[in-house]
Every structure is written in C-alpha cells, then in structure tokens.
C-alpha cells in the first residue's frame, strides 16, 4: 500500500511546530544570523531567550528525535523526524531549540551506541539535555575525504593515551566541551581497523587551537569563525576515555556520519521551500513591462522547474528515511540512498535558491532577505560530510552490485535477436495473418 498522508495526531505535532517557528524561533534568526552565537554556550543574552524555547520544546515531547527509544529519544523514526526537519531547516536556530543540531546529533548517537556508562554520564547527558556543544574532529590539513591520508596519533603511555597530530575544520572546537577524536592507532592493520575514537575534554592539556578558520559568511573582525585548526600537542587521556574498542574507530565515525547527511538533507528540503515562497510571493508582487513577473512564461517556468526540482528531491528524502526505519541498525540497506540525497541536496539547493535569487533581482544580491546566506551556504553543502564524487562512487558502485556484463558481444537489449526471437515467439499468428492478408 502506498501512502503519503500523515498521521492526524503528528500532523498536529508539526502544526504546532509550525506556529512556534514563526512566533519563537524566527526572531533569534534575524537577532543573530551567526553560526558562532549559535554553538557559544556563554553567550548570555542568546541563551536567556534560547532556554525557555528548548525547555517548551521538551515540554512537548520534541526534544531530540534523531535518537530512537533505545538511545532514549522519542522513537518517532526517521519518517517522523523528517516531516519535522524540513520545518526546521528553514532557520538557523531551530535545530539547536529542538536539540538535534550537528554535529552534536552525531556526536550524541555514537555515544549512545559505543559509550560506557560512565562516559554516557558524563559527556552524553549534558549534550541531550542541551547544555553543552560537541566537536567531531576527524578531517586533517592534508585531506578529509580519504582516511587513508589521516596521520594524527594515538600511542599508549601507562595509564594514558598521548594524542599528537593536527586537525582542519573541527566544527565549533572553540565552544565544544569535548571533541571526539579520530586518531592511529596501528598503523601498519587495513585501514578499517587502523583508528580508534577518543573522548578529548576541551581543557585537556596540549589541546590548543591553531586558529579558528571563517567559513564563507563568516566575519573574522566579528570573531565569528567557527572551524578550528588544531594541533593535538601530546594530548594525555585517561584509558577509559577511548569510544568503542581499539581499532574500531572507522567504524564509530562511519556510524554517525549516515544519519547525518540525510538530517542535512531533511534541512534542505526546508531552506528550498523557503526560496520557492519567496520566489512566488516576489513573482506575483514585481511588476514589469506593465505585467507582473508571474505572468511571464520564462518566470514561470523557473517557478516550475523548481517546484518539480523540490517535489522530487523531497521524496528522495522521504523514502531515504523510510529505508533508515525499515533498515533496523544495517546501515548497508539505506546507504546508496544516503549517498543519493547527499549528493542531490547541493545541486537542488543551488538551483532553487539560484533562481530565487535572481527573481529578486538587485534585492536579491544584497544582505537584507535570506537568500544571501543560503547562497554562501551552498558550496559547503557539496563537500561537508564528504564531497559530492565520493558519494556519486557510493551510489554507482551500489547500483552496479546489481548488473552483470552483456554475455555476447552486443548489449542484451540489442534489437535484432529481440526482433527475431518475437517472430519465433508469436510465429504462428504472424505466419497465419500474412497468409491472410496475402
Ligand atoms: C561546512 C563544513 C563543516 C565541516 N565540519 C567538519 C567537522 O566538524 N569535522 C571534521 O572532521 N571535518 C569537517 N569538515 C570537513 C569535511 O569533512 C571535508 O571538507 C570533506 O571530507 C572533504 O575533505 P577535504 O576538504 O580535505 O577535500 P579533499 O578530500 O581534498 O577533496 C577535494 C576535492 O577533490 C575531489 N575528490 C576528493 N576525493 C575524491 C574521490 N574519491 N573521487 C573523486 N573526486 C574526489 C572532489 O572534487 C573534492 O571536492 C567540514 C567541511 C565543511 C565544508
């Protein structure tokens, strides 16, 4: 049975959600468009009004519903999650009123999966019950996408693991109370079992920030920069601080980064539905030529291509999350899915906001609307996560796995033997109505 209705009692989740959006949430964006007030826990005016909202949200059983009800979330899936994601995803603040912002999800589910309980006590608590920020740090100077170029260390020392090496782009470093590691630890095993994860405390000694780097959009006079270049100096931690087992450390990553490019993705749908309304609204307010842009057949045709553009990508992204859900924990059954929204989500996000922007003509180019900060979000969108040809790899390998090689020398759909073996196959018939019509 096919079916795309939602169910009333959630539906009337999502309406809430929609109004508090608009009531709540939508003033902190235009307040502080900045990422860096987002993840800075001491900013203190921005945490006055974010707390009350975290606090209503939690209230109504929406905190945190990534995490199913074995990690102790709501356990509404992933179906659910995305139906409220892309409402979320069209302001800056809304993941972290709902407690589902990145990396920290991630961050939070691999805890909760390969944790112990002591580090589960420690450092995932405060992180659900959004006190704190997390970093991931894993991508190095000299590459991200590929693990085998990855050369931080970790050595064991007594009753210590001594990390030494320099990390690029750790997200929100600056703000993080704890940084999950991904370091060497045999160098010379596959590399599936050449890392482990380690659980790195923000004051641990030797940890220092090289630099924080501004991603585009963000102002280095504002000190708004947010991904941290660090060197681990001899980092020392205690034994127990290793997340998941020696060796296991490719895998613990590999867990969190799935459902966090379709969380992303989720989002997308949100900030493109957000540049088709204003581009309809701008379509039928701007007049030209004595005529309203909507009535112009080349704005209309912008207008659909992007409506069907969204409508497709947004079922992409439905039926992903319904692969998670019926996946039960194996992550091969929706990965080719994963990798299919992940590398659709920057081309249909810089198309939709493309042409909004453009309808909006000089307005459009400036920083008075939202689509100036979609805009310079978009290249990141194409490699955060990994980048786009490493996905489009995912998904023609996993396609592939389900083709065999033509057996001869032409393609097994090769017309002439069709056309022969269907004058064998209906012969008789043929045979009787050429000697009739003869
Ligand atoms: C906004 C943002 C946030 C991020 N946050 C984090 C974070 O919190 N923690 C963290 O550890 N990292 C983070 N990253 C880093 C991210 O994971 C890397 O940028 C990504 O994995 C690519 O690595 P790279 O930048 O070294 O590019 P490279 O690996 O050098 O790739 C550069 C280009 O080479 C090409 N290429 C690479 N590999 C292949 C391939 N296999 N086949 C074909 N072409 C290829 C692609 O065109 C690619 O864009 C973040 C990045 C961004 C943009």
Redesign the pocket.
Known sequence: MWDFSTDPEFQEKLDWIDRFLIDEVEPLDVLYPSVSVVYDTTHRVSRAILKPLQREVQRQKLWACHLGPELGGEGYGQVALALMNERLGRSLWAPTVFGTAA?DTGNAEILAMFGTQEQKDRYLQPLLDGDIVS?????EPQ????PRVFTTQARREGDHWVISGE?W???NARYAEFLLVLAVTDPDAPIQKRMSMFIVPKDAPGLEIIRNVP?MGERLEMDEAT?GYLRYNDVRIPLDHMLGGPGEGFAVAQARLGGGRAHHAMRIVGQCQRALDMMCERALSRYTQGTRLADMGTVQAMIADSKIELEQFRLLVMKTAWLIDQSHGDPRKARAHIAMVKVGMAKVYHDIVRRALHMHGSLGATFETPLAYMWINIP?FG?????T??HQ?TVAKELLRNYKPAEGLFPSEHLPPKIAAARARYAHILNEHAAGES
């Open positions: 990396p970093c991931f740090s894993m991508t590459g991200g996408a590929d990390k782009y750790s997200s991603h991904e990141t490699l955060a996560d990994g980048p040809e490493v790899v």
